[in-house]
């Protein structure tokens, strides 16, 4: 082999270290530049920054509609010398330049920085953008050029079964105004309880605004759901009074968030109807969540209450619940069936249907419009209502082909009180897993014909607090998952790229907790996934039939016939796709077949345990084996008292001995005491 000369090797080291050079310069200049959440719609990065620290001269050309940037920039106020070359340039756009209020241009170089917009909003999110490009060296020198994909991009925080202070309501705020979302939507009723004051009934706070247990958890399931006065020793809750609700309304439109107010009709309204029980069906108090829709006074007090509601909330939608309705007593109430006389049916449905189409009606009169979730979408009603997707885009065709706006909130995507990392290393949740990436994977127009596209309003994340009691835990279950639906609301849904967001989310979460003292989830400690999901396993049974003694529940059918022997495994959430649920009296019972004799040394099936959804373990495990299919021998059978401790997680029974012959392999696993769901994935035998 022929040594190098000098001068090769002189010249490969000059093309190594060049190379490094280079590799060098652009990871520097990458780290240099801002990390922007949620990301512009245009960005194109410059060299420099145009220091806010020396002086330069200020052209206010739009006066008081450019405040929020003068309020994003204190050092504005410092710096100033009408002698200087350096200029700040606040201007207004012409409105004909674009329809979008929100729309901004931003350009920062090392002499000048110029801000447009069409008006106070475009400034109030050029101003957050500005907060973001900030260092200490001063604006990171860029061109900017941004609107928002969706006009809704909304949070919203469930203060009913866990009351939350005005001041901590201002900080969410804060911190969700930060990354441009601009609606926070109140939960205020429901039976765990009435938060905003009605002058007009007193009682509804008086006595819907307490109850005996702190912890929804334990109210809810002692049998009794007491509610309570403020007196009451012990007693749990609290409300808003009007001119708190209308000092909060101020200050987040300061922030350029609008609330958004729900009161709950015709369910979840126990505390009421325990409050006024005339207008329940049966006139008892502890009897009834539903109002009494053949009632008149019902229609009063709800418009009396909604009035009341107007007076302190300016929204333009009212949202009025309508999910969920149980109907139990319609059925039997002679007003409710006198009622249905006069609408000419004979479903009860149809009275849910004539409630919401009267306080659409009523809402319309006042110049505003009924929002609810997707139970009350149906023909007639009034023009303007929109509707809030809870379920999925099935939902959200229908709204929207008969002609209302949809704000889509589905719980498979948007329902942040799921856990958000592997369920047994995290607080007690109300089950399910929904980890950043999912929540960021959601497109609010997927599932939609291009006819129905425009009728998406946007995108909202819910935080139902029934495991949720501390101020901590809410932004613990928050953050960072909400900044995800916050890049999807304002960039939309295009060019999506989850390895770049997650650094993203993950410097602002870190910014969050160690400047801004908001107990975020730290994504630096992510377990993820069940490492289970990511490969096929090969074992004996692998494309086997089952023969299923007892059905499995066609919501939770997996893949069918096949599932429980396809060698995929099912991750955290039981609605991934690969856990099968039985539900019937016996809950699971199964036969499969190897097709041939087997040496077989090993049974085990997983099960899942989430209790928040009545998911529990087994509390026998059983296994048989047969070589002909009709004489079995029981090769195990265990049993397992029930806990509650492990809220979520798998666990794994297997039966594991000395090597037997066998064809046919029976498992079944037979429910606790407490009944519920028994789920499982996949037999594997060795």
């Known amino acids: 082999m022929n040594s190098p000369t000098p001068f090769s090797l002189s010249y490969s080291r000059f093309l190594m270290l060049f190379g490094i050079f280079l590799l060098c310069s652009h990871l520097l200049s990458h780290a240099a530049r801002p990390v922007l959440l949620p990301s512009p719609q245009s960005v194109e990065w410059r060299k420099g920054h145009f220091r806010t620290d020396r002086p330069f001269r200020l052209e206010n050309l739009a006066k008081r509609q450019a405040e929020p940037v003068l309020q994003a920039l204190p050092c504005l106020k410092l710096h100033q010398d009408m002698q200087t070359k350096r200029v700040v340039r606040l201007e207004l756009l012409p409105e004909t330049t674009g329809d979008n209020p929100e729309a901004y241009r931003l350009e920062a170089s090392r002499d000048t920085l110029l801000v447009q917009a069409a008006g106070r909003m475009g400034f109030l999110r050029a101003a957050q953008t500005l907060r973001q490009l900030q260092s200490s060296r001063g604006i990171a020198c860029c061109l900017i050029e941004d609107r ?28 969700l105004s930060s990354y441009k979302l601009n609606r926070l939507h109140l939960h205020l009723t429901d039976a765990a309880g009435w938060r905003m004051e009605i002058k007009r009934y007193p009682l509804l706070t008086a006595m819907g605004a307490w109850r005996t247990d702190s912890l929804w958890k334990e109210w809810w399931n002692n049998g009794e759901r007491h509610y309570a006065s403020s007196r009451t020793p012990g007693a749990y809750g609290g409300y808003y009074t009007q001119e708190e609700l209308r000092e909060l309304v101020a200050y987040a439109a300061e922030r350029g968030m609008t609330i958004v107010p729900e009161i709950e009709m015709p369910a979840h309204s126990e505390e009421v109807l325990t409050a006024y029980p005339e207008l329940s069906c049966t006139h008892e108090p502890y009897k009834q969540a539903d109002f009494c829709p053949g009632n008149e006074e019902t229609f009063q007090f709800l418009k009396n209450v909604l009035t009341e509601v107007m007076q302190v909330f300016p929204s333009e939608y009212i949202h009025v619940g309508g999910d969920e309705a149980g109907k139990a007593s319609w059925k039997d109430c002679p007003l409710c069936q006198k009622r249905m006389k006069e609408l000419q049916t004979d479903r009860v449905d149809d009275l849910q249907g ?52 949809v704000v889509m909130s589905p719980g498979a995507f948007c329902y942040l009180d799921s856990y958000q990392d592997a369920p047994p290393r995290q607080p007690e949740a109300i089950g399910g897993y929904l980890p950043l990436e999912k929540v960021y994977a959601f497109s609010p127009t997927d599932g939609l014909p291009d006819s129905l596209r425009a009728h998406v309003l946007g995108i909202q994340g819910n935080l139902w607090t029934e495991y949720i009691a501390s101020e901590r835990q809410v932004e613990y279950m928050l953050y960072p998952r909400v900044l995800a639906l916050a890049e999807t609301g304002w960039r939309g849904t295009d060019a999506k790229e989850y390895g770049q967001f997650r650094e993203r989310a993950a410097a602002h979460t870190g910014t969050l907790r160690t400047q801004r003292a908001v107990a975020a989830f730290d994504l630096r400690h992510e377990v993820g996934e069940r490492p289970e999901t990511r490969s096929t396993l090969r074992h004996k049974a692998l494309g086997a039939k089952v023969a299923y003694a007892l059905p499995y529940h066609p919501y939770y059918a997996s893949t069918g016939p096949t599932a429980l022997t396809d060698g995929l495994r099912g991750g955290w959430a039981f609605k991934d796709g690969r856990w099968q649920g039985f539900i019937s009296k016996e809950r699971f019972d199964v036969t499969v077949d190897l097709g041939r004799n087997e040496k077989i040394r090993s049974v085990a099936c997983n099960f899942m345990q989430a209790c928040g959804a009545e998911i529990y373990y087994p509390s026998v495990f059983r296994v048989s084996v047969s070589t002909d299919g009709r004489q079995f021998s029981e090769l195990s059978n265990e049993r397992f008292p029930f806990s509650a401790d492990e809220q979520q997680g798998v666990r794994t029974l297997c039966w594991k001995g000395r090597a037997v012959r066998a064809r046919y392999i029976r498992i079944q696993a037979l429910p606790t005491a407490h009944g519920g769901w028994v789920f499982t994935d996949e037999i594997v035998v060795l």
Do not use: N
Request: hydrophobic fraction near 45%.
């Open 148 to 175: 928002p994909a969706f006009a809704w991009r909304g949070g919203m925080l469930d203060v009913s079964r866990h009351f939350f202070s005005v001041e901590f309501l201002k900080k969410q705020i804060d911190v």
């Open 354 to 405: 004539y409630l919401m189409r009267r306080m659409g009606e009523f809402l319309g009169q006042h110049g505003r419009k009924m929002l609810g979730w997707d139970e009350i979408a149906s023909p007639g009603l009034p023009r303007g209502t929109a509707v809030m997707v809870w379920r999925d885009a099935q939902q959200a065709r229908q709204a929207a082909g008969w002609g209302c706006d």
